[in-house]
C-alpha cells in the first residue's frame, strides 16, 4: 500500500491529539504536518500543545513545528480536521479548493447534501457523493465527514438491524464529559450530577442517524424512512458514550435473533484501524461499561448487552476514538485501499 503524507488541522486539541496518537506509527501514513491556530503556529507541538492522554507524545512529533491552517503552509496529501465547526466553516473549504481530501471530524458539513457522512462498515457506498460534490462546487478536493460520536454507536448497531426492517428508534445517550471539549464542562458542574440537555445533540442524532442509514441513489442521499427520537445527558465519565436503545421493527425479531445479528456483523473491509469484531455482544447483564469496555478493539469497537424483548439494547462506545478521531482515519483508510484517495 502506497503511504501518504498526512496533516492534522487542529493539532493542538483533544480529538487533534487523538489523531496524533492514531497516525503516529500508521503503516499507510506518515503525519507530516501539524497545523494549528496562529497563536500555536511557529512552535515545536510539544511546547504549543498540552499532551493529555495516557499513552503519552511519541518524541519526534513533539519537536514537530507547528504550521498556520493555510493550504500552501501544510504538506500533506490528506488532512484530517479536528477543527470546532465554526472554525471547519471556512478553513475545511479552502483545503478543499486547493486539491487536499478532507477527513473532517467537524459537524460544519454533515448535513450538506452534496458532502458524504461515512462509516465505511455502514454505508462506504455514500463516497459516490464525492464526485457530486466536486461537480457542484468545482473543487479539486473533497470533503468528507464522519458522524457525531453518538450517532456512529448508535449507527453500527442498527445497521445489522436494517434486515428486520426498522420502524421507530428511540434512543438516550449517557455521555461522557469528554465530548465536552478539555475545557467545556467545569468539575462544579459534572460531578455528582446529570446534565440533562447537550445543546444540538439530540438534533444531531436524530437528523445523522437518517441521512447514514438511508440510500444514495447516484445523485443524492435519500433519509431512512424511520423515525429516530434522542434525548442526550452528560455523565461523569471520562471517555465512553453509552447509549439506551429501542427499536421497532417490522419483523419483530426475538432478542436472540437480534443478538445472532448483532454477532455476524462482518463488514470484511480488512483496515488497519477497523477492530476485529466490530460489535461485541456481552451476556452479563452489568456490561458494557464505559470503564471496563471502552477500549476494546483499541477503542474502535462497539459494545453491546442487555438485548430484551422489545427489543431493547444497551451500546457503548469510545466517544474520541470510534466517535472521533478513529472515526476520521477509518473513512481515510477506506478511500485509499478503494482508489478514492
Not at 500543545?49 to 493550504?71: F, H, T
Not at 442517524?209 to 447516484?218: H, P, S, V
Not at 432478542?255 to 476485529?276: I, K, N, Q
Amino acid at each position: 500500500m502506497e503511504t501518504l503524507k498526512a496533516g492534522i488541522l487542529g493539532a493542538t486539541g483533544a480529538v487533534g491529539q487523538r489523531f496524533i496518537e492514531a497516525l503516529a506509527d500508521h503503516p499507510w501514513f506518515e503525519l507530516s504536518s501539524l497545523a494549528a491556530s496562529e497563536r500555536s503556529a511557529g512552535k515545536p507541538y510539544a511546547r504549543a500543545a498540552n499532551w493529555r492522554l495516557a499513552s503519552g507524545l511519541p518524541g519526534e512529533i513533539g519537536e514537530q513545528v507547528v504550521v498556520p491552517m493555510k493550504p500552501e503552509e501544510v504538506d500533506a496529501d490528506i488532512v484530517f480536521s479536528a477543527l470546532p465547526a465554526d472554525v471547519a466553516r471556512t478553513v475545511e473549504p479552502a483545503f478543499a479548493r486547493a486539491g487536499f481530501m478532507v477527513a473532517s471530524n467537524a459537524s460544519a458539513f454533515r448535513q450538506e447534501p452534496d458532502v458524504p457522512l461515512i462509516i465505511p462498515e455502514v454505508n462506504s457506498d455514500h463516497l459516490g457523493l464525492i464526485e457530486v460534490q466536486r461537480d457542484s462546487r468545482k473543487w479539486d478536493g473533497a470533503i468528507v465527514t464522519n458522524p457525531n460520536c453518538s450517532v456512529i454507536m448508535l449507527a453500527v448497531t442498527l445497521k445489522p438491524m436494517m434486515r428486520f426492517g426498522i420502524e421507530d428508534v428511540k434512543v438516550a445517550t449517557m455521555q461522557a464529559v469528554s465530548g465536552a471539549g478539555y475545557d467545556g464542562i467545569s468539575s462544579m458542574a459534572i460531578l455528582d450530577n446529570v446534565i440533562p440537555h447537550i445543546g444540538g445533540e439530540e438534533e444531531k442524532v436524530e437528523n445523522e442517524a437518517q441521512k447514514l442509514l438511508g440510500t444514495f441513489d447516484g445523485n443524492a442521499v435519500v433519509n431512512a424512512k424511520f423515525d429516530v427520537s434522542a434525548s442526550c445527558h452528560r455523565v461523569p465519565v471520562l471517555d465512553g458514550h453509552t447509549e439506551a436503545v429501542w427499536i421497532r421493527m417490522a419483523d419483530d425479531p426475538t432478542p436472540e435473533e437480534v443478538r445472532d445479528a448483532f454477532l455476524s456483523f462482518d463488514p470484511g473491509l480488512d483496515l488497519p484501524t477497523e477492530p476485529e469484531q466490530v460489535i461485541i455482544v456481552h451476556d452479563d447483564p452489568d456490561r458494557p461499561q464505559p470503564r471496563l469496555d471502552r477500549d476494546a478493539g483499541n477503542g474502535m469497537s462497539v459494545s453491546v448487552g442487555r438485548i430484551r424483548e422489545g427489543i431493547r439494547y444497551i451500546a457503548m462506545g469510545h466517544n474520541t476514538v470510534r466517535g472521533a478521531a478513529g472515526a476520521s482515519v477509518l473513512n481515510a483508510e477506506f478511500m485509499l485501499k478503494f482508489g478514492l484517495l
